[in-house]
């Protein structure tokens, strides 16, 4: 059969096989690629920010767009993906919503208060300080992230309140290397 | 490939229907792909590949901003503005990493004529070690960014939004605009509608073609065989296509010829080799090469793993090209099917990979995130091409004579009359059966013999006794389409 086949016959079956022999791998692609673009994203964690419940090149798995329609709204404690509203092409972060919109942060002493109310971070070491002192009035569609790891987090603290837009997803839990729900962080 | 040579009868046995090369294959392409997937779809948090910045020895940086909307920086155009629904902004990092330390650096953006300082709200970003920031308006068309003490990790960015209608966006700037804004749903309709599309105009092409070839069916029934050709070619002048239907008579036409015995065992079935008729026709040869290595038995076992253990069968392919050569060689068709279907399938297959790479490439327009939505319809409008344009009518006159003559036949066999028993109709059952089964009609055609004493032929050996007519159908007709959908299903691509 080989022996006489044409260049045209040589071409047509040649890219009959690859697309025989691929085509599931290429759906598998496609729907892998919606799917992450649009719905499940991994993202692997660089840096200490959300030490200890994140840690350095743990793999996360996060919910995209889920804010985006507006009927969901951010919670506060939600750890969510954000875009660094300096640079939102290039740089994301992973923070921990602690202001909502319209309410006032003020860091005073280490402590956090909320609407002027201390606010109890059950997530953070007890013995952990919150610095530099501040104080934010958020805008409607404005919300204050931190990172759970205070001393070495770039945060709302540096950068300011972050406006609804740059908040791409919520983080649903740690898949890799030891996994884990958010909810049991 | 199958090449024939491998004695699948010194294998050992099956345990569990797992066939190696197989689960060996399609295991690769999963672990390749998934590991594919990992690599494309993560990012790092609290990093970034950085490529873009206005950092230089000079400490002073200006930015230009025009009517227009198009930034410059220094005397380079670098950005444009981003439009957004409440206003437009110019939002852009513009020191990131400088590796040294910088006592202070100043950024001046300088507004075009129509556009006041005063009305536009601005701010300065800074992270990753920078002392102080300020922002100010210098003067009605300048705003000052400033930074103090500036890390060599530090990250600056300044911001500024611009009222809506200040700047005159181009005509391609405003489509862009607007497409961006456009919903998931308006997204969602085109890429239903291109291949909404596309089948409409397959099926009105179709449509024109079929008219245009029609086939005209004789009024009377034809009793008798419309010409002396192999069930396996009458199949495919009926259909255009060799699937596992002719497969399967030809199976059955080779028992009735005397070649080969099927053997029906309780739930079980095997093959055995008869006698060797040197009037095979080649196609045949190379099934029953398929069916038999150099035993003159195969069970079901022994053909499953022949079957099963290829990606491919190369015999399988060659017993296709067998019949469409035959078949074109007797001027039923004006070009060679099996080339045609494969120039279509080439064509549909380079618009499916095309798309395939606009939808990757797509992923880079983050503005436009639905934009792959586009690229999945065009994909599957190839899919569709593929299947559809495999059905256009390519018979020639004589083509479309014949299959008349065919249909007529086919209105013979699956007539509701029962036929009487005769002498001379002993044997008419088995005789047109394999034809019966490549014109869909077999169960139909058996029933018209349901008023005869049926006698069970010598090819088809049961070990079931008092065997009727149904039951002979009801054991028969399953294993040869079995086998004939397992022998199907492993043509090499462009073999279908």
């Known amino acids: 059969?080989?022996?006489?086949?044409?260049?045209?016959?040589?071409?047509?079956?040649?890219?009959?096989?690859?697309?025989?022999?691929?085509?599931?791998?290429?759906?598998?692609?496609?729907?892998?690629?919606?799917?992450?673009?649009?719905?499940?994203?991994?993202?692997?964690?660089?840096?200490?920010?959300?030490?200890?419940?994140?840690?350095?090149?743990?793999?996360?798995?996060?919910?995209?767009?889920?804010?985006?329609?507006?009927?969901?709204?951010?919670?506060?404690?939600?750890?969510?993906?954000?875009?660094?509203?300096g640079d939102p092409k290039h740089k994301k972060y992973v923070k921990r919503i602690v202001g909502l919109p319209n309410e006032s942060v003020q860091i005073s002493k280490g402590k956090v208060y909320i609407n002027k109310k201390l606010y109890s971070e059950e997530y953070l070491n007890p013995s952990l300080l919150t610095e530099p002192d501040g104080y934010w009035k958020l805008k409607a569609g404005e919300y204050f992230v931190m990172g759970d790891n205070r001393p070495n987090s770039n945060d709302s603290r540096?950068?300011?309140?972050?406006?609804?837009?740059?908040?791409?997803?919520?983080?649903i839990g740690v898949v890799f290397p030891r996994f884990r729900l958010v909810e049991d962080i | 490939m199958d090449t024939g040579s491998t004695n699948s009868q010194n294998k050992s046995p099956l345990t569990f229907g797992i066939y190696w090369r197989k689960l060996g294959f399609f295991g690769s392409f999963?672990?390749?792909?998934?590991?594919?997937?990992?690599?494309?779809?993560?990012?790092?948090?609290?990093?970034?590949?950085?490529?873009?910045?206005?950092?230089?020895?000079?400490?002073?940086?200006?930015?230009?901003?025009?009517?227009?909307g198009k930034i410059k920086i220094g005397e380079v155009a670098k950005d444009k503005v981003n439009i957004l629904g409440d206003f437009d902004e110019i939002r852009t990092p513009v020191i990131d990493s400088p590796g040294i330390y910088m006592d202070q650096f100043v950024v001046n953006l300088h507004l075009p004529d129509n556009i006041d300082a005063n009305d536009i709200q601005y701010e300065i970003l800074a992270i990753h070690g920078v002392d102080s920031t300020e922002s100010f308006i210098s003067?009605?068309?300048?705003?000052?960014?400033?930074?103090?003490?500036?890390g060599p990790s530090a990250t600056i960015s300044v911001v500024a939004k611009i009222p809506k209608g200040l700047i005159t966006y181009s005509a391609l700037d405003n489509l862009l605009f607007s497409l961006r804004s456009f919903s998931l749903k308006k997204w969602l309709l085109f890429s239903f509608l291109i291949p909404l599309i596309t089948t409409s105009y397959l099926v009105i092409f179709l449509y024109i073609k079929l008219k245009q070839q029609k086939v005209?069916?004789?009024?009377?029934?034809?009793?008798?065989?419309?010409?002396?050709?192999?069930?396996?070619?009458?199949?495919?002048?009926?259909?255009?296509?060799?699937?596992?239907?002719?497969?399967?008579?030809t199976l059955v036409d080779l028992a009735i010829r005397g070649n080969i015995f099927i053997l029906d065992r309780d739930r079980d079935f095997a093959f055995a080799k008869n006698r060797f008729d040197n009037r095979l026709l080649g196609y045949e040869k190379i099934l029953l090469s398929k069916i038999f290595t150099e035993h003159v038995f195969s069970n079901r076992q022994q053909i499953e793993q022949r079957i099963n253990d290829h990606l491919y069968s190369r015999k399988i392919s060659l017993y296709t090209t067998g019949v469409y050569a035959?078949?074109?060689?007797?001027?039923?068709?004006?070009?060679?099917?099996?080339?045609?279907?494969?120039?279509?399938?080439?064509?549909?297959?380079?618009?499916?990979?095309?798309?395939?790479?606009?939808?990757?490439?797509?992923?880079?327009?983050?503005?436009?995130?639905?934009?792959?939505?586009?690229?999945?319809?065009?994909?599957?409008?190839?899919?569709?091409?593929?299947?559809?344009?495999?059905?256009?009518?390519?018979?020639?006159?004589?083509?479309?004579?014949?299959?008349?003559?065919?249909?007529?036949?086919?209105?013979?066999?699956?007539?509701?009359d029962k036929i009487p028993f005769s002498y001379d109709n002993a044997e008419l059952f088995q005789r047109f059966l394999p034809y019966a089964i490549v014109l869909d009609c077999e169960v139909a055609w058996a029933k018209r013999f349901s008023e005869q004493n049926f006698v069970i032929p010598k090819w088809f050996v049961s070990s079931k006794g008092g065997f009727g007519l149904q039951d002979f159908c009801l054991s028969l007709f399953p294993i040869v389409s079995y086998i004939a959908q397992g022998l199907s299903s492993v043509r090499e691509p462009g073999f279908e």
Do not use: C
């Not at chain 1, 086949?5 to 890219?15: P, Q």
């Not at chain 1, 540096?158 to 983080?171: A, D, Q």
């Not at chain 2, 199949?235 to 296509?241: D, E, I, N, S, T």
């Open chain 2, 216 to 249: 005209e069916i004789p009024a009377d029934e034809v009793s008798s065989l419309p010409t002396s050709i192999p069930p396996a070619v009458a199949g495919a002048l009926y259909r255009q296509k060799v699937t596992a239907r002719e497969i399967a008579a």
């Open chain 2, 326 to 416: 035959l078949a074109t060689r007797l001027g039923y068709f004006k070009v060679n099917p099996q080339t045609l279907h494969g120039r279509y399938r080439l064509g549909g297959i380079a618009a499916f990979l095309l798309s395939l790479v606009g939808f990757l490439v797509s992923f880079s327009f983050s503005d436009y995130p639905y934009l792959s939505f586009i690229w999945i319809g065009m994909m599957a409008s190839s899919l569709l091409f593929i299947g559809l344009a495999q059905k256009i009518p390519i018979r020639t006159d004589s083509g479309r004579s014949v299959t008349g003559q065919w249909l007529a036949f086919r209105r013979y066999l699956s007539s509701k």
């Open chain 1, 1 to 85: 059969m080989s022996e006489d086949r044409t260049f045209l016959d040589k071409i047509l079956y040649g890219s009959g096989v690859v697309f025989d022999l691929a085509k599931w791998l290429i759906l598998l692609l496609i729907v892998l690629s919606v799917v992450n673009t649009f719905f499940v994203g991994v993202f692997v964690v660089d840096g200490e920010s959300m030490y200890p419940n994140f840690r350095d090149r743990e793999v996360v798995l996060w919910r995209k767009g889920v804010y985006d329609s507006g009927q969901v709204k951010p919670n506060r404690a939600d750890i969510v993906v954000v875009q660094y509203p």
């Open chain 2, 139 to 150: 003067d009605q068309r300048t705003i000052v960014y400033r930074a103090y003490g500036i």
């Open chain 1, 158 to 171: 540096y950068f300011g309140p972050i406006e609804t837009r740059f908040i791409m997803g919520k983080s």
């Open chain 2, 30 to 68: 999963f672990i390749a792909g998934l590991i594919g997937v990992i690599f494309i779809s993560h990012f790092n948090a609290d990093s970034a590949d950085f490529d873009y910045a206005v950092y230089s020895d000079n400490p002073v940086s200006d930015i230009y901003l025009s009517q227009n």
